[in-house]
């Protein structure tokens, strides 16, 4: 499946015109005539699909919508469509996470480029939280005293300098530090510095 266009416009015949369009290039549509419809259809993001957004529509705006959905929770792209290119508004609504800001009237060419840009940006998010939730599960494998080899690992103590910090021999930390590296699934420090920077264990400048 393409991906599902959740198309939110107070416009009726610029909604079915739109949904014609995305329909012919193979997506999903689901048309909204205003913000408070698609807050009650209770849209979930499980699906692959973006939200084409008006940004003035009555009762609730198309930025006020975004706010509301990133409150919520939702990581569904946001494409806003425009009659009238308003900066300040254009402005804060991509510094809110918006995917792209379309003047209308639009080419079919310039829709689906950008459908197609937020799906993308989507799908690299969710491998991205699907990686890190692997790297969780793996951590939480290890025991506590493996736990604390791979804190002094990733800061970049030597072996020697850890065996004297946790009261221990070298030869049982490099046993420990083997086991950190089965179950991190990880074949080198680099990699491991790698996973702990991403999961905030350290900071960039902390090894």
Do not use: W
């Not at 499946?1 to 079915?16: A, C, I, K, Q, W």
């Not at 012919?24 to 973006?50: I, M, N, P, Q, W």
């Not at 590296?181 to 080198?188: A, I, L, P």
């Amino acid at each position: 499946m393409p991906g599902l266009v959740h198309v939110v416009d107070d416009d009726e015949s610029f909604r079915t015109a739109i949904a014609r369009r995305l329909k012919l290039a193979g997506y999903e549509v689901v048309t909204y005539a205003s913000a408070l419809e698609l807050l009650k259809s209770s849209v979930d993001d499980v699906h692959e699909g973006c939200i084409l957004l008006d940004v003035r529509i009555p009762g609730l705006s198309g930025p006020d919508l975004q706010a509301q959905l990133i409150a919520s929770g939702s990581t569904l792209p946001i494409i806003f469509l425009t009659g009238h290119a308003d900066t300040p508004t254009t402005v804060r609504a991509i510094k809110a996470g918006a995917e792209d800001f379309l003047t209308k009237p639009i080419s079919s060419e310039q829709l689906i480029d950008a459908i197609e840009r937020a799906l993308a940006r989507q799908r690299a998010a969710r491998a991205q939280r699907g990686r890190l939730d692997t790297f969780r599960a793996c951590l939480a494998t290890l025991t506590n005293r493996e736990r604390q080899v791979f804190d002094l690992i990733v800061r970049g103590r030597i072996n020697k300098q850890i065996a004297h910090e946790l009261g221990t021999t070298e030869r049982t930390v490099k046993a420990h530090r083997h086991q950190v590296m089965e179950k991190m699934q990880v074949h080198s420090l680099a990699e491991l510095v790698s996973i702990a920077e991403r999961l905030g264990m350290i900071g960039a400048n902390e090894h």
